[in-house]
DNA sequence: CCTTCTCCGTGCAGTGGCGTACATAGAACA
DNA sequence: TGTTCTATGTACGCCACTGCACGGAGAAGG
């Protein structure tokens, strides 16, 4: 069974004309784990409405060292470039759990901004909860342990996902994080010490989410507030097809 | 002498019809050293366009630590959650270089994108300067030193100013770095033995850019690089009053 | 001139994360 | 069933930055 376009809440918050016009031109497309939507500097061509896959945005330094700037799921849409007027970004799109998108190419997208207004404000807020979260990165990258980023990380994960299973290696997280994996493992054992997950060659089970929320610094919390704000669950759940 | 508008690089930009209009609403308003344009979380009112000005987008944790994530000086906008759609956001705006700015109500800007959409256009262009700025400065935080930082935060201020002289204590700008104070005194000095800088209460005299430049990381090239390709100055010096 | 205050310099122990190296244990595959 | 590979656990020295404490020096102001 195919996913429907609503289960992306940008393009299901989008009211009954604009969404009934857009969905036709609408790809379904399947991001498997690691493949890059686009590369830094390189030309952005479409958006992305991710249905159940994950996304991350990467930086990579020119040392090889990498940071995620911020994290993508069904909430928001990827390619913010495309509408924001730069047609390119500094940083690298990752797939980080693998699944299935819809997707649009720019220029049908700019089009439909001509018609439906409310297209361009709703990606406008989604932008400006983007921002939020990159802002917050900044900050918790340079004021927070290890140990409160993996929680945050896990947590803004579990928000995104259906299941308390996360398909991540250590070494990924580490990436993301741009820390050592290392690091990484020793967050991680505490964690399981603890019980709040359990951990098995990239296999992560959330057992307690609450213990993650107490091991977690204020930044998750921000930015879920500033997202749930920017971006309420408008349900507009009238003629959907599928 | 009053400073004109197209000091502005945003008003500049802007094509002869729609600057005629907004000039009109524009007023010049001081922005002294360590003035809160808005407060995290409070509604904001006015966009503000920095003439000589250097404002701050700074942010404040629970426990009183703050980091800056983005700088805004005449090349740029405050206030972008005014046309984003949130009308507030997360961090603090404070003047951290005492000038001049012109304000508009959030109001009339918004009436003017009906009539302009080049207006919202270069917003949006600025917004996306501002993002790679606030990824940047995420990644900066969690991979360079002190020493490499600090130099980017001059770099960043001059090219925000007029002239060679930074006025700030180094308490204030391990506020903005989100470090302590004598990490700034440390990292200083050794740019002052190199004949860098010349530092004195709250004076600072850049004596050789380039050897900021060399001790820098590539963070200040990428920003540098991207704001001027999303707003190139496109000089648009006709019929401007003063 | 003397006091006071702000700003800057310096020292020291503590620690979190880094780089490196290596051990172990599931998974994959022959 | 044994080999190989990948993922995870652990240990050790190192260094940048932290928190704290204090000393000195320039500005301000009587």
């Known amino acids: 069974m195919a996913p429907a376009p609503v289960q992306n809440q940008i393009l299901n918050a989008l009211p009954v004309d604009a969404r009934e016009r857009l969905f036709s031109h609408l790809k379904l497309v399947e991001l498997p784990l690691g493949k890059v939507l686009y590369e830094s500097g390189g030309l952005l061509r479409h958006v992305y409405f991710p249905i159940d ?3 991350s945005l990467l930086y990579v330094l020119d040392n090889g060292a990498s940071a995620e700037i911020a994290v993508v799921g069904n909430e928001g849409v990827l390619g913010v470039a495309l509408f924001m007027g730069g047609e390119t970004t500094t940083n690298r799109a990752i797939v980080q759990s693998g699944g299935w998108a819809y997707r649009l190419t720019g220029t049908r997208l ?3 901004f001509g018609r439906h207004a409310s297209l361009l404000h709703i990606l406008l807020r989604y932008t400006q909860a983007l921002i939020t979260q990159m802002a917050q ?6 004021h927070h342990s290890v140990d409160q980023q993996l929680c945050r990380w896990l947590l803004l994960s579990l928000d995104r996902l259906n299941s308390n299973k996360v398909t991540m290696t250590q070494e990924l997280i580490a990436n993301m994080l741009g ?3 290392e690091g990484v493992t020793e967050a991680a054992g505490k964690l ?3 019980g709040a997950i359990r951990y098995s060659r990239g296999n992560i089970t959330v057992l307690n ?26 349900q507009t759940p009238s003629s959907a097809s599928a």
């Open 53 to 55: 896959a994950i996304v």
């Open 137 to 142: 990165t900044a900050v918790c990258n340079r």
């Open 110 to 112: 700019k089009r439909e």
């Open 192 to 194: 399981q010490k603890l």
């Open 209 to 234: 989410r609450r213990q993650l929320e107490s091991g977690c610094c204020e930044c998750y919390a921000v930015v879920r507030h500033e997202t749930d704000r920017l971006l309420p669950v408008t």
């Open 179 to 181: 820390v050592r994996r």
